[in-house]
């Protein structure tokens, strides 16, 4: 087997490489919904109902509150919760202000009552992810490998940091949209993603050092039983 792809890359392809487009959780959404640009156009020219909301959103949702740390167990809860807190605040919803940063501050909130009710778990193995691409099994443990190091390091930060990293890297929200989802000043955005990604880049390089340093002792092993 070779030298997994993560151990030579840098940070940039554990974050780029794996997300946001390349894995969907298995609830994948129904086949008859509308594409991304059908649903626009009826949010533009329709008053906003749950429906639409949870159309256009639910993907995104579902997976904010995975890598905000929401044990797999109960990440279907948490997404209902989401969506029964839009419902009953969708009618003071401004619709000038972005959708999505909205949905998402709300998503902000439940991941953090949740992972407070689950003691701030460690994220579970992803066996509730695939890629679309179908891969492989090879490829496929490679894949389920990198996602569980990827959840792994967001374990390693506090939950402020892992909420700016996650908004920031892998849901790819500019530092002022993130200011307006977390309710703070931006000097703060700023300052927990270099914090977050200090600690993440470090955590990184750790785990590449001690995999490479198993790999050669691995590799000495195996010539050593096959001299004998």
């Keep these: 087997m070779g030298t997994p792809r993560w151990i030579e890359r840098g940070p940039a392809f554990l974050i780029t490489g794996l997300v946001p487009s390349r894995h969907l959780p298995v609830e994948r959404m129904p086949s008859s ?6 649903i626009a156009v009826e949010l533009n020219s329709r008053s906003l109902t749950l429906e639409l909301v949870y159309r ?12 905000l740390g929401v044990p797999a167990a109960v990440l279907d809860d948490a997404a209902q919760d989401v969506f029964l807190v839009v419902h009953r605040k969708l009618a003071d919803f401004d ?16 991941a953090s009552e949740h992972r407070r009710r689950a003691g701030r778990m460690r994220a579970a193995q992803l066996e509730d992810v695939v890629p679309d691409t179908r891969p492989g099994p090879a490829e496929l443990g490679e894949l389920k490998q990198e996602l569980q190091l990827l959840h792994d390091i967001l374990g390693e930060l506090d939950e402020d940091k892992r909420t700016v990293f996650v908004l920031s890297e892998l849901e790819q929200l500019t530092a002022p949209e993130i200011a307006a989802v977390l309710g703070v ?11 977050a990604r200090k600690v993440f880049d470090a955590s990184l390089h750790r785990r590449r050092a ?19």
């Design 33 to 38: 919904v509308a594409s991304s640009s059908e």
């Design 56 to 67: 256009e959103h639910f993907q995104s949702v579902w997976r904010l509150l995975r890598r």
């Design 95 to 110: 619709p000038r202000a972005p959708l999505r940063s909205w949905v998402f501050a709300i998503s902000v909130r439940v």
């Design 185 to 195: 000043n931006l000097n703060t955005v700023y300052s927990r993603q270099r914090a």
């Design 210 to 228: 001690a995999a490479r340093s198993m790999a050669a002792a691995a590799a000495l092993n195996q010539r050593g039983g096959t001299r004998r």
